[in-house]
């Protein structure tokens, strides 16, 4: 229980008894640092209901917490905010009852408000099967991983999922520049990841594309008809046709480079610690939907044209007309997207809400989206959730992916690694460490500067990635918090004395305090992370963590306390908060290390 959540009932208590008022809500915010204090009261909402002045009535308040609630030690008024000093007791009696508990702050699921509680699939990662994963794929899998790790902190069931693009005119390009150009190269015999191989095929085919379109703007043609008319274009269509009518051919070479690029994937996943537990393919949901836009129409939800075209219209919702089905009886992404959130619910009948990891260009897509399946009437429509995020850029500048100067995931992940090596081998402190211990090391260093960066970042804000900035081992960056968690667990190591037993201090020093204060926050930013989707809120949590501890450290003694149950208490404090700093790590998919 949250201290509001103390202090609430026994302040509407002393309203009632002082004023003979009832207030349903209690107003708090954090003490300003220029005044003693630990939580204030906001005084001016009472004003309202109370005739009084402002520090008339904090004293009074004040006053009868200090007679009568064991929790405040004293108080002070300034202006029309009632500042709360709360006993040592209160922290040290918190600090015991969470001492031993090494999951503090996180809730399983059968602690959670109601039984029945309704699971969360959480989408993201969901690339196209012609290419490699790039730094944009790096963010969206960083973003969905740790908002489905901090929903089931919360006390959520998650099931994590991805739907794969791998139909359609872009893996066809790669499959037709392969057999043009590829001489039965295979991931083995290039010794490239398969979905490196592949995706070497569509730069090369975005080549010869290029070609022949200048060739026949050279004969009179327009760009538009060039684009139109050049062969290996019409070949693509052609192959694309031959998928979509079964052609044993297509789809023999379709599923071997397919399975080449789902190697390669596995291998990008699993060195960036994202995981799944369900896979779609939208081969097997292109055509889900299309039996719901009948279902529509018999609602009235849906609205056939003359040409037999159907749309909803949604002109009263500020938005426009939207197609679901063309003419031609063919589905459009949005009738897909429709087919494929009705099926998740059928595969598991106890998911009741989904989050979408998808880029913001894609806002109006999932406001239409989860609008068309309110209208249809699903009850689990309202707990739909895009998460939304911005682009992100390298100093360099934007990402391309078709001319081939993509910024690769794998090739990011083994940059930072080789940065972190080398700004680790500038400090010069792994001189006992083994080749393996070093090489473990740098690549915690290098993902956990990475994760941490990106992550610490709003989702909403469009990023500007720096490499060499994210690797800092100073200010707020993973290496800085990874560096504070192995001082820790160097501490532990070096405490040659038990500290196993409950503390028995009695006072604690204004350092300790500050530092127990942003402990006891850890539980209420899970659940503000978990509602907003945002690990930011995990990550800048961290770090003001961090930076208690590291103004405590400088502050007190802890081994060189010579007052034993001090320092009893100043490493079993440590302690917990390395279990704090690596539990909220853990949110955001990043490792800490024993020794750096």
Known sequence: MSLSQILTPSIQKAIQAL????????EFQTTRKEFEGDITMVIFPLLKVIKSNPAELGNKIGNYLVENVSEVARFNVVSGFLNIVISDSYYLNFFNEIRDNNKFGYVTPSQSVGTDEKAIMVEYSSPNTNKPLHLGHVRNNLLGYSVAEILKASGKKVYKTQIINDRGIH???????WEKFGNGETPESSNLKGDKLVGKYYVEFDKAYKTEINQLIETGKTEEEAKKQAPIIIEAQEMLKKWEAGDDEVIALWKKMNQWVYDGFATTYSNLGVNFDKYYYESNTYLLGKDVVQVGLDKGVFEKDPDGSVWIDLTDEGLDRKIVLRSDGTAVYMTQDIGTAIQRVKDMPDVGGMVYTVGNEQDYHFKVLF??????GFDWASSLYHLSYGMVDLPSG??????GTVVDADDLMQDMTDTAKQISEDLGKLDSYSADEKAKLYKTIGLGALKYYILKVDPKKRILFNPAESVDFAGNTGPFIQYTYARIQSIIRKSDFDFSEKTSIEEIHEKEKELLKQIELFPEVI???????????IANYTYDLVKEYNSFY?????LGEVDLTKKIFRVQLSQKVGEVIKSAFTLLGIEVPERM
């Open 527 to 537: 659940q503000n992370a978990a509602q907003n989707h945002s690990p930011a809120l």
């Open 171 to 177: 893996i066809c390009k790669s499959m037709l520049a």
């Open 398 to 403: 934007k990402m391309k992916s078709r001319e």
């Open 554 to 558: 400088q502050s007190v003694h802890i």
């Open 19 to 26: 004023f003979d008022v009832s207030v349903d809500k209690i």
């Open 371 to 376: 609008l068309i399946l309110k209208k249809l």
